[in-house]
């Protein structure tokens, strides 16, 4: 049954992905340098973060630790109360799973996390496969809510 077993699987591919590409850059490319990737529009680079988003609260692992563990526990108990519901919402908390976990993987091991993108077209910070999956995940999230808000308005 997809519901119950192909979207766990897909945050485990994507968990797998993320720590793969990680290790490739920590292999691969050296600590705070940037390398040519994809001209005018990304670069690889490695970088550790100590922090959350945006390099903000530094050296905080406690606390992540802590808040890592209250979002999963909200983000499995919001899928199992889901698991009937829309496919995008279910795709869109294993995409949030997959992204938490895998950056939680990198704090308890490593104690911090392993960023390697960085976009050449825009100042933006440099980020890793799992938060793409947390903001994509977010943000399918968000429109899924305002979608059920407004079938039940219009219903």
């Not at 720590?19 to 850059?25: D, E, I, L």
């Not at 690889?44 to 390099?55: H, I």
Request: glycine letters at 8%.
């Amino acid at each position: 049954n997809m519901r119950k077993f192909g979207f766990p699987l897909l945050a485990a591919v994507l968990i797998a992905i993320d720590q793969y590409v990680k290790a490739w850059t920590v292999a691969n490319i050296e600590l705070d340098s940037v390398r040519k990737f994809l001209p005018g529009f990304m670069s690889l680079a490695y970088l550790r973060n100590y922090g959350a988003a945006w390099s903000i609260l530094q050296n905080q692992q406690w606390f992540f630790t802590i808040v890592t563990i209250v979002v999963m526990i909200g983000l499995v108990w919001y899928y199992i109360r889901q698991i009937k519901g829309s496919l995008w919402t279910l795709f869109s908390l294993s995409l949030m799973m997959a992204g938490a976990l895998g950056n939680f993987i990198d704090r308890v091991r490593l104690g911090y996390v392993v960023d390697m993108f960085h976009l050449d077209f825009i100042n933006f910070p440099i980020f890793n496969v799992a938060d793409m999956c947390l903001s994509v995940g977010v943000g399918l999230l968000f429109i899924c809510i305002l979608k059920e808000e407004y079938d039940e308005n219009k219903g």
